[in-house]
């Protein structure tokens, strides 16, 4: 097909664990499968959840009886599943001369399998934190708030995540309304759907929290209105004098490869890769679309390209393989990481929302990563949680595109003291990412219209929540979204201004 219009998924994500004077407490992650280039997602493991040929996510659904092998019917009962879907989500398709884009197959195959995905592919996105973690955090809650809230407030955390889904993501969505419930700061919300993100039902908030959301987040795959209309209500709500704050992957949205991504494409999930497969062998009339008589054969004509030696099974471990040469491959990932053939491009793809969060990912330290923080303001209450001293964490820890972030944009609180950093460590990143001038923030405030930006870039691993100090920090930074909290949010390397009203 070779056509462009693939919605990327962007680079891996790995974060970690903070440490002042805690004991130096490591996270400790599986290993992957396989090694990657730091910044780059595990072969076969795309952000888009189910790998780059999305085979796993099929197996799973089609092997019905659980043997470790696909039949010719069991194939054929997972597209009776997907036609039934389709027919709901498309009814143009029972017209005779009803046809589907590859976009629209695509979104209604994530339908059934279901995505976003597990950070390891199949699956829904998990919404139930570990026990031991949620005891951790809520043993590790502050008694208070920083400020008194000047009404009742409401937050609004978003656990969507359309690329890399982080494990962490139902511990930090938990850790917010605990934190609001704990200190009686704010009432919360969280939603694991981004329609949520609407004029109408953004009115009863105050602010809204992205807990490592990923990709194109707000992105509805086959409707451009609505994705318009989500957008809008982002940005019109923070810039009315709402208040917005993100952790960790909050900054790995929207950039990318704009060439390869955009209102056609098809998604990146498991059921891009699919609908790719489908119309390379069942699109008879060659019109990049199909109708549901070719949709009906097309069942057929997958098994018989992977059943290649006719014993009418397919075992689970030739099932990739066989789908991964039997079928063209969706473009590899961009957005920022080292793929096997170099640097990807790594552009805005929303500007708006970018300068508004504060920039976004290039690259990151993998997980356990020592790294010293340095405290950039020390007079602001949203780092009185830190007594003006340097701490120390393990973690993934983010860099920034050097075009998305600038100290002309931002009011830094913490950075990485890159003079503690070993010349290991330095070495580590990719000369050809480097900042160069070595400014590595994580966290920052910032005012957007009549708004308040708060942004904290640690958070990967789920130890983060069990370190108070950190706690209180997104605690204060929640507060300042709200408009609770005053601080200085004048640029940090403009004259300074009045404090936030």
Known sequence: ????????????????????????????????????????????QGRGGGGRGGPGPLFTL?????????????LKAVFDQFRSTLDKRFPRWNQASGALTGQELAAGFNLVFPSPASSAGGGPQNQTPKPEDLSAMMAALPDKAPAT????????????????????????????????NKTKAWATTISYDPADINAENLKQY????????????????????????????????????????????????????????GQ??????????????????????????????????ASDALFDKVDSDKSGKVAQADFGTKMAAAFPQPPAPSGGGRGPGGPQVNEPLWPEFNKMVGGYFKWHWNNPQHITVKIDDPKSPLTAMFHSQPYEINDETYTYAQNS?????????????????????????????????????????????????????????????????????????????????KADDSPSTKPKATASK
């Open 149 to 180: 809230p000047a009404r009742a407030r409401k937050v609004l955390v978003l656990g969507s995540a359309q690329g890399f889904v982080h494990s962490s993501i139902p511990l930090a969505a938990k850790t917010v309304e605990a934190l609001g």
């Open 264 to 297: 056609e494409g098809f998604g990146g999930r498991p059921g891009r890769a699919l609908a790719t497969q489908l119309l390379s062998v069942a699109d008879k009339n060659g019109d990049q679309k199909l109708s549901k008589d070719e949709f009906n054969a």
């Open 62 to 74: 089609a092997d019905a009886d659980k043997d470790g092998a696909v039949t010719r019917a069991e």
């Open 1 to 44: 097909m070779g056509r462009p219009g693939w919605k990327s998924p962007l680079t891996a994500a790995v974060c970690a664990t903070t440490l002042l004077a805690v004991g130096g407490v490591r996270a400790q992650q599986a290993p992957p499968a396989a090694q990657a280039p730091q910044g780059q997602a595990p072969p076969g």
């Open 405 to 485: 972030f600038s100290r002309d944009n931002v009011h830094v609180l913490t950075s990485i003291d890159y003079t503690k950093m070993s010349d290991e460590d330095k070495a580590k990143e990719p000369a050809d990412t480097a900042r160069t001038d070595h400014d590595y923030a994580l966290s920052w405030i910032r005012r957007e219209g009549q708004g308040r930006v708060f942004y904290e870039a640690h958070g990967h691993d789920e130890k983060n929540y069990a370190f108070k100090p950190l706690l209180e920090h997104v605690l204060a930074g929640v507060q300042y979204a709200l408009g609770d909290l």
């Open 206 to 261: 105050d602010a809204i929290f992205l807990a490592s959301t990923t990709g194109t987040f707000l992105d509805d795959t086959i409707d451009p209105a609505a994705t318009a209309a989500r957008k809008k209500a982002l940005l019109d709500f923070v810039r009315g004098g709402k208040g917005l704050a993100g952790i960790h992957a909050a900054s790995d949205t929207y950039h990318g490869d704009p060439a390869a991504t």
